[in-house]
């Protein structure tokens, strides 16, 4: 996440297309006054004349319009990226409507050491809190990636040192905000991935004991563990299509 910020320099150095250089050396006659022959001498450095190709070249007066873009390219990444949440949200009120709809049979039935009501909170707890993170690290991306940013990289590919210098000034308080909230959210991210790993472990010894010892009450919350369980595989799977797809 950190390094998106180097998105939006991509795609700005991406629009620079170099025309081809023709390269050049003068060449003087020399008259000595003891000899009567022309000689040749090569004098000077090599001269870099680029050839004009006007098609290749990114005029000054098109830097509105490709920010313009490259902020509506960006826009467009966000706006998926947040459609991606809902599937998220879907299996979130899955898992409450299963632990309170089916409360009377996770408490009757013999898992252990968890039971099934108590399994499928604690998921969609950990749901919300995977979105509230989510959220953030998307918030800060849009952070880092704001209009000044967007310019000064733009400039830099325009030759405009000094433009890009004074844009990249005024974008830098955003994007060092944004890149503290990535990485204050890192640590936080790295927790709940390890309490999902430990927990998922502990369902599953508890799916496991609720068939050994299990009766008839513990079928349906058996069958809701399964099929949540499948719902988040599927979930992961579209969404490291979707990242496929964004990086190609």
């Known amino acids: 996440m950190i390094c998106i910020s180097s998105c939006s320099a991509f795609s ?3 629009l620079l297309d170099l025309p081809p250089i023709r390269i050049t050396r003068i060449r003087v006659m020399a008259q000595a006054s003891t000899e009567p022959s022309n000689i040749d001498v090569d004098v000077g450095p090599a001269i870099v004349q680029p050839e004009p190709d006007h098609r290749h070249q990114l005029h000054r007066q ?10 509506k390219n960006r826009n467009l990444v966000m706006t998926k990226s947040l459609c991606g949440l809902c599937i998220p ?7 409450f409507f299963a632990a309170f709809n089916y409360k009377y049979e996770s408490d009757h039935c013999n898992s252990s050491p968890l039971a099934f009501s108590t399994i499928f909170i604690v998921l ?8 509230v993170i989510m959220s953030g690290l998307l918030y800060g991306t849009l952070l880092i990636a704001n209009r000044d940013m967007i310019k000064a990289n ?4 325009q030759g405009r040192k000094e433009e890009s210098a004074a844009a990249f000034e005024r974008g830098q308080v955003l994007a060092t905000s944004g890149i503290r909230l990535t990485m204050a959210l890192a640590c936080p991210s790295l ?9 998922a472990i502990t369902s599953w010894v508890s799916y496991a004991n609720s068939i050994y010892d299990g009766n008839e009450d513990c079928k349906l919350p058996q069958q809701w563990w399964i099929g949540l369980f499948v719902a988040g595989i599927i979930m992961n799977i579209c969404s490291g299509q979707r990242k496929k797809k964004a990086e190609k």
């Open 191 to 199: 927790l709940l991935a390890l309490f999902a790993i430990a927990w």
């Open 124 to 131: 969609g707890c950990q749901g919300i809190a995977c979105l």
């Open 89 to 95: 949200v879907i299996v979130i009120g899955l898992d």
């Open 12 to 14: 700005a150095f991406t």
């Open 154 to 157: 733009l400039y830099q590919a």
């Open 62 to 71: 098109n830097t509105d319009s490709l920010v313009a873009d490259m902020e």
